[in-house]
């Protein structure tokens, strides 16, 4: 089993940074994939950045690529997401996903490929 618990979100100014965590407490399975996801109110979940658990492969949405940053701490089984610049549209809970193991295509970006979620933490960008 895996549980994911979020934090370090907050209120920021546009422009601005935060750095967004998620422990990860690993059971009696290993993951493959983290990711990051955020949902605003009255919109569905979208992807923002993903990583494999093990590598250095990263993923990353167009409209964060550049800003943001994933990035993992395997010894704290920790991974993180530095966003800089922030941009007023980029308010929303923020979600911590992971994936349990690889099977067939993984894309990252979908919220289907994930087995385990964490709470969610929320990020306010003011203008």
């Known amino acids: 089993q895996v549980q994911l618990v979020e934090s370090g979100g907050g209120l920021v100014q546009a422009g601005g940074s935060l750095r967004l965590s998620c422990a990860v407490s690993?059971?009696?399975?290993?993951?493959?994939?983290v990711g990051w996801f955020r949902q605003a109110p009255g919109k569905e979940r979208e992807f923002v950045a993903a990583?494999?658990?093990?590598?250095?492969?990263?993923y990353y949405a167009d409209s964060v690529k550049g800003r943001f940053t994933i990035s993992r701490d395997n010894a704290k089984n920790t991974v993180y997401l530095q966003m800089n610049s922030l941009k007023p549209e980029d308010t929303a809970v923020y979600y911590c996903?992971?994936?349990?193991?690889?099977?067939?295509?993984?894309?990252?970006?979908?919220?289907?490929?994930?087995?385990?979620w964490g709470q969610g933490t929320q990020v306010t960008i003011s203008s």
């Open positions: 690993l059971r009696t399975f290993s993951i493959y994939a």
């Open positions: 996903a992971a994936r349990r193991s690889y099977s067939g295509t993984v894309q990252y970006g979908y919220v289907y490929e994930y087995d385990y």
């Open positions: 990583s494999r658990w093990l590598g250095g492969n990263t």
